[in-house]
RNA sequence: GCAGGUGUGAUCUAGUUGGUUAGGAUUAAAGCCUUCCAAGCUUUCAGCCCGGGUUCGAAUCCCGGCACCUGCACCA
């Protein structure tokens, strides 16, 4: 199962390691012609859904490269980085100051590199697996750094995440949107982080695309924001911390999540827009998406609350991380306050308050695998069923047969529908091998020009998922189009 | 980063006690045929991960690198 998604995802033109050619990088991949479609589709979904939440949401779009200040304020400079040391025979590496609070039950965060040397060599601590001593220790920092200007003395880094984009941006957008919470900020953009050793596809990689939304909000008065009546007998696929090793997940009411589990209200709101998402437009089915709960101690500490989005993946043996639902409190803008010395506090009819962060972060790259791993079936041939707002093409326009008679009728409908969407037409080989190439590319329909209709006006529609057939006008082409495309109709419901 | 395994056209693979022009299937392209689901026939394009070494001769053996897989470690 694993071999065919990469397979295809290769042959068909999807996403495949970067740099081939010269034999490649672990970490980076490059989206291919129909990728890069499906993953822009995907994030045109996203935006769509995720900005619809509020009006005073928005796309922005901050720089890749951030000054040293801005990452050194976040905490990314100091923790971002990990001392390790490395066993000088057996060359296993450990995080030093783990091992240091091991054997002292003390923090060792903070120590420098040569008072870790000094305290290991104080405690004769050596190597677990063969007793040898340790190298001496080194700095490992996850994020690229980047040399600014011809001297290249302004230090900055590539973006480890995209959030800290939108921190930065935080105050100017208050102004400039008249001062109102909540303010969403939405980013859509390259990440990057130095991974020691990449690995499991798209699942870990060095330079990776992440679609976030900040939510800068009021605690105290969000949640009368939102309509948190749709929450009202809904329930949302959690596994709770002491679900572990137990159940996978378990349908949760979400007033039994606010009253029983006291997650804050507008935080459960969220959960059920994200599970919406995930059920109703990118279809992946119920029992493979969950929120899966972390523990204290797995947690960031100024994560209040966080719960991980996951599906369930054939292609990666599980449920597997897709995105993030992570109330941050104040911690970033108090940050950031801190390091700019830029007031991040705002005032609200008299009332002075540091907003906090609700922050909604979807890895796109894993997102996009999803999409292959959950909709490729193996029923005729390779079948891929995309929601159609996902889909590369939207259609596919054959003639039956290579015939004088049928080709000029073809490319003309193509020409129509090509005026609202990605279209492909296509006369070569024989019928089924074309009905197989857009069923593994994910077209949802299929026009056929046939002998039959050319007398009549009509042609043949065939819908993807089910490889079933209609028998529609071509003047109504145009609005059978459009309702199918926008969800307002079904292909079961064609006369 | 450590240990083990693997690396052959676009994809999947045959071939390694060293020995002819590295074989097949699928895909792709062109054509013939064909009145609806990868049909058939013909033709074509295309490959030994990269670099070095041993040898009369290397896909095959050795060394180095890169990548992938599994386990360990790492994943603020």
């Avoid at 029992?287 to 989005?309: G, L, W």
């Avoid at 639902?325 to 306050?337: P, S």
């Avoid at 490729?376 to 008679?405: H, I, N, Q, S, W």
């Avoid at 109504?476 to 292909?491: K, N, P, V």
């Amino acid at each position: 199962m694993t071999a065919d998604v990469q397979s295809l995802a290769k042959r068909r033109g999807f996403i495949w390691q970067s740099a081939e050619i010269y034999g490649a990088m672990a970490g980076f991949y490059d989206y291919g012609a129909m990728g890069a479609i499906l993953k822009r589709r995907w994030e045109d979904a996203w935006l769509k859904y995720f900005m619809g939440l509020n009006e005073n949401y928005y796309l922005i779009d901050p720089a890749n490269i951030m000054p040293e200040a801005a990452l050194k304020a976040s905490g990314h400079v100091d923790s971002f980085t990990d001392p390790l040391v490395e066993c000088s025979k057996c060359h296993t590496a450990v995080r030093a100051d783990q091992l240091i609070e091991e054997a002292t039950e003390q923090p060792a965060e903070d120590l420098s590199l040569e008072q870790i040397d000094a305290r290991i060599a104080e405690l004769g601590l050596a190597c677990q697996k063969c007793k040898a001593p340790f190298q001496k220790a080194r700095t490992f920092n996850m994020m690229f750094q980047v040399d600014v200007g011809p001297t290249g003395q302004d230090k900055a880094y590539l973006r480890p995440e995209t959030a800290q984009g939108a921190y930065l941006n935080f105050k100017r957008h208050f102004e400039i949107m008249r001062r109102k919470l909540p303010l969403g900020l939405i980013v859509i953009g390259k990440a990057y982080r130095n991974e020691i050793a990449p690995r499991q596809g798209v699942y870990r990689m060095r330079e990776l695309i992440q679609a976030e939304l900040q939510i800068f909000m009021d605690p105290e008065t969000f949640a009368t924001e939102l309509n948190l009546t749709e929450m009202d007998g809904k329930e949302i696929n959690v596994q709770l911390v002491d679900m572990r090793g137990r159940e996978d997940f378990k349908p949760i009411h979400c007033k039994e999540l606010i009253e029983k589990h006291c997650l804050p209200d507008f935080y459960v709101w969220h959960m059920l827009k994200i599970q919406e998402f995930y059920l109703k437009v990118i279809r992946i089915p119920k029992e493979k998406f969950r929120f899966y709960e972390k523990s204290e101690k797995e947690r960031a500490f100024y994560n209040k609350v966080h719960f991980d989005i996951e599906v369930n993946l054939a292609t990666l043996g599980g449920f597997r991380e897709v995105a993030g639902l992570h109330y941050r409190g104040d911690y970033d803008l108090t940050r950031h306050e801190k390091g700019s010395g830029e007031k991040m506090e705002v005032s609200l009819d008299g009332k002075r308050v540091m907003p906090h962060v609700l922050e909604l972060s979807f890895g796109v790259d894993r997102n996009v695998w999803t999409l292959l791993d959950i909709h490729l079936t193996e029923e005729r041939t390779g079948v891929l069923k995309l929601p159609p707002v996902l889909a590369p093409y939207a259609f596919a326009v054959f003639p039956l047969m290579k015939k004088d008679e049928l080709v000029p009728v073809a490319e003309s409908i193509a020409t129509m529908l090509r005026r609202d969407y990605q279209v492909c037409c296509d006369q070569s080989g024989s019928i089924g091998k074309r009905y197989a190439r857009m069923d593994e590319i994910g077209t949802p329909f299929c026009i056929t020009v046939d002998f039959d209709g050319l007398a009549d006006g009509t042609v043949t529609i065939r819908d993807t998922d089910t490889a079933g057939q209609k028998r529609v006008k071509v003047s109504d082409l145009q609005d059978i189009a459009r309702s199918l495309m926008a969800g307002t109709g079904a292909f079961g419901d064609l006369q």
